[in-house]
């Protein structure tokens, strides 16, 4: 008998997964934004996202409801402990999505609107990393719900781990720019992305030894045996990953770097799945614990399994039809 | 002042501060990506210029309304498990997987063809793009299905067991959950609802340009489609919310009572009070305007039918009844009005003075913005008249809230209003700009900066912007 509670772990840290590499690009160049030239620079880098940016953020949606269908428990323990750090996201999010068209609206508070898409991308990069490392710190619960206070999700950890988030989307948005433009601002985010991937680094190793330290529980996952054998391979793969990236910055390589920084990310996302499994809250609620019935799991796995095939075949064709590089010719 | 409001209430207050926000948006947009279907369908079909500007006219305002769409409505996703754990833990397996369906069928649909719809018409072609603004369209009623079933369910809910762990759990079958007995009534009144809001927004900026100009043959157009639309579907409005309002009869008996302000049972037929001053203190209408039986005449088509009152419901299980008696009457008022406003252009169309009778033209700009007091008003009566419930008759709305600290909420609850206030205050008056100009001959669309959205190299430029354009205009006289 297949786990059902297993496959749809899958799907939700997929559509996580999904959700962090493309929406991360966004809001990498939304922090990235004011070293961009108002005018040309500054409107290429965000007519590369405009046509999808829409369907990147909906894998956030996906995100959280497919956490309520299908691991309700954790929805309702995780979302309050973080809750202000959530609402902060929201808001964030908020002035990121209406910049996108208000700043063509009104030419006249058009630098306000350019700050208020790289103030909701930065806070809206910097909660998600927090709200991550809220989560592996560890959440209080009692009797089916969320028993700390308000504010225990405010600590230097959670701080470095937002950091890092944002560092490792401005990575993300430098690389997919370093794809999209040309000529002066190509390579002015070629040096925005060394700098993004030193800092990614540096906070990735930070965050990383600092988790190992948390707690017993993440030390033994990581270097007991036989789960040694699997995650030593993470930070050995990590390291490669990174010298191929700056290998590929430096001898000016368009779309490598960018398919690199997916690949650390991916990485990132195998090392969470080590420290995690099968927690979903950590030491607190399994995925078994929290799972759905198996009668709503069946129900929405038949829907994943028709509609995921086509929402992947247009959302590429949507890419495909912007691919290419943001040029400079006007309409004629 | 703030710490001695309870948690839950301002909650409450939350969500349906973010609900009623967001609702305007959708109550909108669902309407107009239709309407932009049909404006390049005849495009494609009449070749006819002045269906293409009115449709890149529209577009423009599309993608602005539609912005705030999705940034609002991100907030209710999370919001069922920031604010009502309780309720998300216990429903989820239940109204999850629906919404899970909302978002693999209609989120990714609409926005996956969005980019397309706004800025692809020359890199796709006019069949491509007109199947990407029928996929939009057809995106933006899938949600209003899904979203739809969950309230309806939460409203008449079938198809559960209990599980041992006060979950509700999903029965025999998906259809008796998702096809609850009030979800077909609900979701064809809230449909058109929104299409009648579309259709009184065109209709008001075509009389507002009517106004300005008579001859003005894109607002003639506009203003013709929209009363068309005013005069057919108002009264099958009418109709649709009488039988939904029959089925709210058999389903929560409580919420008619506050409608229709009876606190008391009338066993040989019931008045029905056109106005008063409801009170439930004293469990009275004052200065009640009634025909007598009429009320029974309507729910029951029996003037001497019994009908039972309020007096018939423990108090703690009552909705408050004068939020309910208002916000009803309010919608019903505007719905009449709309009624008029279409018979009334269906009587200028016979006399041929629908582009003449200047106060048609102006009766229809103010009742423009009328289709979003009356959805907001419709949802009023039926929200509040489910209270105290949140799963009518099985989980109080008290029963339902996350184990926050009212000071928690508080502060989310005063961000929220500042930042929708400003942000989507900004939004509407730049949605009202748009209108205020007049679609012209050569309508450019939705145009990010002088480059243009995007454009690919290796690609030459496709046709022209606006294929088949007679007439040009002067750079400079389009939107900025």
């Known amino acids: ?332 | 002042m703030l710490q001695d409001l309870d948690a839950i209430l301002l909650a409450r207050i939350q969500f349906a501060f973010t609900v009623s926000f967001h609702f305007f948006f959708p109550a909108f947009s669902i309407g107009l990506a239709s309407y932009l279907a049909v404006l390049e369908g005849l495009w494609l079909k009449t070749g006819e210029q002045r269906y293409h500007d009115l449709f890149k006219y529209w577009l423009k305002i599309f993608a602005v309304t539609f912005a705030m769409g999705v940034v609002s409505g991100i907030v209710l996703s999370y919001q069922f498990g920031t604010n009502w754990a309780v309720f998300s833990d216990r429903a989820g397996p239940v109204i999850g997987p629906l919404m899970a369906y909302e978002v693999l069928t209609a989120f990714f649909l609409e926005a996956g063809f969005l980019g397309v719809m706004l800025f692809g018409m020359e890199k796709v072609g006019r069949k491509l793009h007109f199947a990407a603004t029928c996929m939009v369209a057809l995106g933006t009623f899938v949600s209003a299905f899904w979203i739809l079933s969950v309230n309806s369910w939460m409203q008449t809910p079938t198809g559960f067991v209990m599980g041992a762990n006060g979950q509700f759990l999903p029965g025999e079958s998906w259809w008796d959950i998702v096809f609850n007995p009030s979800f077909p009534y609900r979701l064809v009144h809230t449909v058109i609802a929104a299409y009648l809001t579309t259709a009184f927004v065109v209709g008001g900026v075509g009389a507002w340009h009517l106004l300005k100009d008579r001859t003005n043959p894109h607002a003639r157009t506009m203003f013709s489609m929209a009363m068309w639309m005013a005069a057919i579907v108002a009264p099958v409005q009418i109709l649709a919310g009488d039988l939904h309002g029959l089925n709210t009869l058999e389903h929560q008996p409580a919420k008619i009572m506050a409608m229709e302000g009876h606190f008391e049972s009338h066993p040989n037929g019931a008045p029905l009070i056109l106005f008063g001053i409801p009170d439930s203190e004293e469990e009275t209408v004052h200065y009640a305007v009634e025909i007598p039986k009429a009320s029974s005449l309507i729910l029951k088509h029996d003037p001497d039918a019994p009908l039972a009152g309020l007096d018939t419901i423990p108090k703690e299980n009552r909705p408050p009844v004068e939020v309910v008696f208002w916000s009803f009457r309010v919608m019903v008022a505007i719905g009449l009005a709309m009624l008029g406003i279409g018979m009334w252009s269906l009587l200028a169309r016979a006399r041929r003075k629908l582009y003449d009778w200047r106060w048609l033209h102006r009766a229809a700009l103010v009742m423009g913005p009328s289709g979003f007091a009356a959805v907001l008003a419709g949802w009023i009566t039926t929200e509040v008249g489910r209270q105290p419930w949140t799963i009518y008759g099985l989980l109080r709305t008290a029963d339902s809230a996350s184990p926050l600290d009212a000071p928690a909420v508080a502060t989310s609850l005063v961000a929220f209003v500042i930042v929708y206030f400003a942000v989507f205050g900004a939004g509407t008056w730049y949605i009202l700009r748009l209108m205020s100009k007049s679609p012209m001959p050569g309508e450019r669309g939705v145009k990010h900066g002088e480059k243009g959205p995007i454009r690919t190299s290796g690609i030459t430029p496709g046709p022209t912007q606006n294929p088949g354009r007679r007439e040009t205009i002067p750079d400079g006289e389009d939107e900025a």
């Open chain 1, 1 to 332: 008998m297949i786990d059902l509670s297993l496959v749809w772990a899958f799907i939700i840290a997929f559509a996580v997964f999904a959700y962090v590499v493309m929406d991360g690009f966004d809001l990498g160049i939304g922090i990235l934004f004011p070293s961009f030239g108002v005018g040309e620079e500054r409107d290429s880098a965000m007519n590369s996202i405009a046509p999808v940016w829409d369907g990147n953020e909906t894998w956030l949606v996906l995100g959280g409801g497919g956490l309520m269908a299908a691991f309700p428990l954790a929805y309702a323990i995780v979302l309050p402990a973080t809750y202000p750090l959530i609402i902060a996201m929201l808001l964030g999010l908020v002035f990121r999505g209406v910049a996108f068209e208000f700043r063509w609206r009104d030419p006249g508070h058009r630098a306000l609107w350019d700050l208020a898409f790289t103030a909701g991308s930065f806070v809206a990069a910097l909660t998600q990393g927090m709200v991550l490392g809220a989560l592996l710190q560890g959440i209080e619960v009692a009797d089916r719900a969320y028993a700390g206070s308000w504010w225990d999700w405010l600590t230097p950890y959670t701080l470095l781990t937002g950091l890092g988030t944002v560092a490792g989307y401005a990575l993300l948005g430098s690389t997919w720019l370093i794809w999209k433009l040309e000529g002066p601002a190509q390579d002015h985010a070629r040096r925005m992305a060394f700098r993004a991937a030193i800092a990614t680094l540096a906070l990735l190793v930070a965050v990383s030894l600092y988790t190992v330290f948390l707690g017993g529980q993440y030390f033994d996952r990581w270097f007991s045996m036989p789960s040694v054998l699997f995650a030593a391979n993470v930070p050995l793969l990590t390291a490669i990953i990174a010298f191929l990236l700056f290998r590929g910055l430096a001898k000016g390589g368009e779309a490598a770097p960018f398919w690199l920084s997916l690949a650390l990310f991916f990485l990132g996302m195998a090392g969470l799945g080590v420290s995690m499994f099968p927690y979903i809250v950590p030491d607190q609620v399994t995925i078994w614990d929290a799972a759905a019935p198996e009668s709503s799991q069946i129900f929405m796995l038949i829907g994943v399994g028709i509609t995921m095939p086509l929402i992947l075949a247009y959302t590429g064709w949507a890419y495909w039809v912007f691919r290419g590089k943001v040029g400079h010719e006007g309409y004629h």
